[in-house]
């Protein structure tokens, strides 16, 4: 089965006015488009159009209707769901600092707030579904800049000396902002003890000390010594932050974080726990079809700083770069070790190159026309279409000129 959907884009005050449209290849709307949701999320799911529609208004109510052929058996088993939620994402504003738990810190957080009553709709409410939200951002864009993870204890030791040395050259040094930091970077818990006190007292403690450091590295992260040092991107970007979000304690945490710059066709692979924002850029993101964010910053939304520190992986890494494989000619995969999605780059596929099946499938043409086939029907879709696919087709070929993205659940052994 193959169904045609479509969606309008979200229109959050971060996303971009152009890059959206230019992806469709339609005229602007004229308000922010910041993301495009495709999937059978509740909160906007997309629309079917034409007559394979089955009678129903939305991919949601199509399974519903008929989960095990929507879905296929096992997935039907497992709570007639579609698993993934596909959406191309458009950030000219940075978003908020976020992490999503992991599967049993959402059963259990939902499962808590349930028992007490919280309003699924509440402000204060963190836990909207019982499901993780690992996701996987491709950029698409010839730049996509996000924070992601904590940095290497080197790295945040560098970005601390930095500060000292812009600070000792300034006219009216104040060493001891700097002090508060290093001293609890220098604690036996040292990221989570440094988190826990920028949020706490940086949003209205007694203290203002977390609200002075704020203040100066925001001031120091202007100067020559910031500017042209190894972490000068860094400090860029604190300069953007105190822009859109003046005095955030975040400005400050995206200085212990991984600054990641893609290229167009790279990616990172976001798992539980780890801290990130999306700075600017379009991408194609794939993700666990929930709702559960945590927020750590940068934003008017709720921020509840116990459960945040639950949810967070202090541990250093690497920015998460997720490399494609080559699938087969013409196809490129990007796959987490995650069993809830895997996505497919195709471009320039030949007759024998094709994707098997393990379950629901939606695909996304970026541009030109791609011609969709499989065991049971086929499908042209134009730059910017997209369409459902049941997992009955078996497997899908394409032909074309265009580009076509293929978001779908890898094999169950995995």
Aim: net charge negative; proline share 8%.
């Amino acid at each position: 089965m193959f169904v045609a959907i479509r969606n309008a884009p979200r229109d959050y005050a971060w996303g971009s006015h152009t890059a959206i449209a230019e992806f469709r290849g339609v005229e602007p709307s004229g308000s922010p488009e910041a993301e495009l949701w495709l999937g059978a999320h509740a909160g906007s799911p997309a629309e079917l159009v034409g007559p394979d529609a089955a009678g129903a208004a939305d991919l949601a109510e199509l399974i519903a209707a008929n989960p095990a052929l929507a879905l296929g058996p096992e997935h039907a088993r497992e709570g007639a769901r579609l698993p993934f939620l596909l959406k191309v994402l458009a950030a000219a504003r940075p978003l908020s600092l976020q992490a999503h738990p992991t599967p049993d810190q959402a059963r259990i957080g939902f499962g808590r707030e349930e028992a007490e009553g919280v309003p699924i709709d509440a402000f204060d409410r963190n836990y909207k579904d019982p499901f993780a939200k690992p996701e996987l951002i491709v950029a698409v864009s010839e730049r996509f800049e996000a924070l992601s993870g904590f940095r290497p204890v080197d790295e945040v030791a560098g970005v601390v000396e930095t500060l000292r040395a812009a600070d000792a050259a300034s006219p009216e040094p104040q060493p001891g902002a700097i002090d508060l930091l290093a001293s609890r970077l220098g604690g036996p818990d040292a990221l989570r003890e440094t988190v826990a006190w920028l949020l706490l007292d940086g949003r209205g403690g007694d203290s203002g000390e977390a609200a002075w450091l704020v203040e100066r590295v925001v001031i120091l992260a202007a100067s020559d010594e910031a500017l042209a040092s190894s972490f000068a991107a860094s400090f860029r970007t604190v300069l953007d932050l105190a822009e859109e979000y003046p005095g955030d304690p975040g400005i400050v945490i995206s200085l212990l974080l991984n600054r990641v710059a893609l290229r167009r066709g790279e990616a990172l692979f976001l798992d539980a726990g780890n801290i990130h924002a999306y700075l600017s850029g379009l991408g194609i993101e794939l993700m666990a079809a929930s709702d559960n964010v945590l927020r750590g910053g940068l934003t008017p939304k709720h921020i509840d700083v116990p459960e945040l520190l639950e949810v967070l992986d202090f541990t250093p890494i690497e920015p998460p770069l997720l490399a494609p494989i080559e699938a087969a000619p013409g196809i490129r995969e990007y796959r987490p070790a995650v069993p809830d999605f895997t996505l497919f780059r195709v471009e320039g596929a030949d007759a024998a190159s094709r994707i098997a099946l393990a379950g629901p499938a939606i695909v996304l043409a970026e541009a030109g026309e791609v011609e969709v086939s499989g065991a049971h029907g086929a499908v042209t879709i134009a730059r910017g279409e997209a369409a459902f696919v049941s997992p009955d087709e078996g497997s899908l070929g394409f032909g074309g000129a265009g580009v076509a993205w293929v978001a779908t659940v890898p094999p169950a052994e995995r």
